[in-house]
Each structure stands twice: as structure tokens, then as C-alpha cells.
């Protein structure tokens, strides 16, 4: 079975700064894992996504995240946070066979000041 | 390729009254997934189609929810006997058999009065 835990519900940065959003994972199978976006009242955008290819992977919108196997890490990182990155983000694991079911996290709220 | 979609985007219902929600995958994909999201929360499996065989089940889905997706193609997802306890987004899925992304529809929204 897998499962991921984001550290933290809220990030609250300035407009301009460093984003990190945090995700430990747990699996029994080397995983696939992903980091999807969810703006109010909407379904589920996804950002990036590794399937253990390189293990720095870029995304959308500036963003990228680095899988860590001795961490067991997904971390998400942007180099300058904008206005219309206050979102909420979710980090999700799955196997890299059979159903691959995407297992969330509890999600981490991103918050950007002016 | 329109994404997936879902239908309603809203939903309101008095307790006790059923409710059937539709979702419209992309239709090169053969793998479909229905999740549910609360205030707050992740989304939590519910079920799991390839196909129009249903291989997955959480315990999340009471005898009142049943999934169907004849054909293969669209899928619907009805909950009996509504309790205020669904009132939440439901979110809909699909992705190929090769694995990877799921790419998600809108959800609709339940609330149950």
C-alpha cells in the first residue's frame, strides 16, 4: 500500500519568495508520484509528475520537485511565488503497476502576500 | 480532446432523495477513477473501472453508492437514500493503461439539505 503525508496544511510566503511544499511517501514498490493543484471549486491540475526517470522533474508554471529515495521526498519548489499561486496543493502517490490508484495527501494551502 | 468531463457541476437534494452523477472520460482512456473530496481534505478513493469492469472498491462506498460504466465508455455514480454526511465534491478520473497522470474533471458538488 502507499500513502503520502504533506507536512503542513498552510505556506504562507510573500509574493516573490521561495515556495516549498513538503511530501513524504510511503511504499512497499519504487512509486510513481505527482503533485496536482486544485483552485477553489474546481477538479484537479497536474503540476508534475515522476516515473522514475530523472529524479528532478519540471513542471508547469515554474514549478519542480526533486524524488529523494533516502528520504523517501517529493518536495515542491518555485523559485519566485505570484499572486496566482495561492492554491491548494496536493501531493499523490501510486504503483507503478496493475490499477496505478492515485493515493492522496491531506493537501498544503498556499498562501500569497503582496 | 474536450478532458473529462462531469455533470451537474452542482447538486442539491433534500435527504433521502437519490442522485446520479455522470462523467465523461477522455475518451482514449480506458481507466476510470471516482473520488470523493470533503472540506479541507484530499480526495479518497471510491472506485475504480478498466473498462467496463469495476476491479476496485473502497470501503468508503456504502451499500448506498453503486458505480456503473456500460461499454466502457461514460461512468455514473448514484448514491441512494442521500444522508448529509455525502454532501462533498465528487471528483472523476481517467488515464490510459500505460499508467501515470490521472487527469481529473470539474466534480460536482453534493449538498445534501
Known sequence: ?114 | DTGVSQNPRHKITKRGQNVTFRCDPISEHNRLYWYRQTLGQGPEFLTYFQNEAQLEKSRLLSDRFSAERPKGSFSTLEIQRTEQGDSAMYLCASSTDRGGEAFFGQGTRLTVV
Not at chain 1, 496536482?36 to 491540475?45: D, E, I, K, M, T
Open chain 1, 1 to 114: 500500500a502507499q500513502s503520502v503525508t504533506q507536512l503542513g496544511s498552510h505556506v504562507s510566503v510573500s509574493e516573490g519568495a521561495l515556495v516549498l511544499l513538503r511530501c513524504n511517501y510511503s511504499s512497499s514498490v519504487p512509486p510513481y508520484l505527482f503533485w496536482y493543484v486544485q483552485y477553489p471549486n474546481q477538479g484537479l491540475q497536474l503540476l508534475l509528475k515522476y516515473t522514475s526517470a530523472a529524479t528532478l522533474v519540471k513542471g508547469i508554471n515554474g514549478f519542480e520537485a526533486e524524488f529523494k529515495k533516502s528520504e523517501t521526498s517529493f518536495h515542491l519548489t518555485k523559485p519566485s511565488a505570484h499572486m496566482s499561486d495561492a492554491a491548494e496543493y496536493f501531493c499523490a502517490v501510486s504503483a507503478p503497476r496493475g490499477s496505478y490508484i492515485p493515493t492522496f495527501g491531506r493537501g498544503t494551502s498556499l498562501i500569497v502576500h503582496p
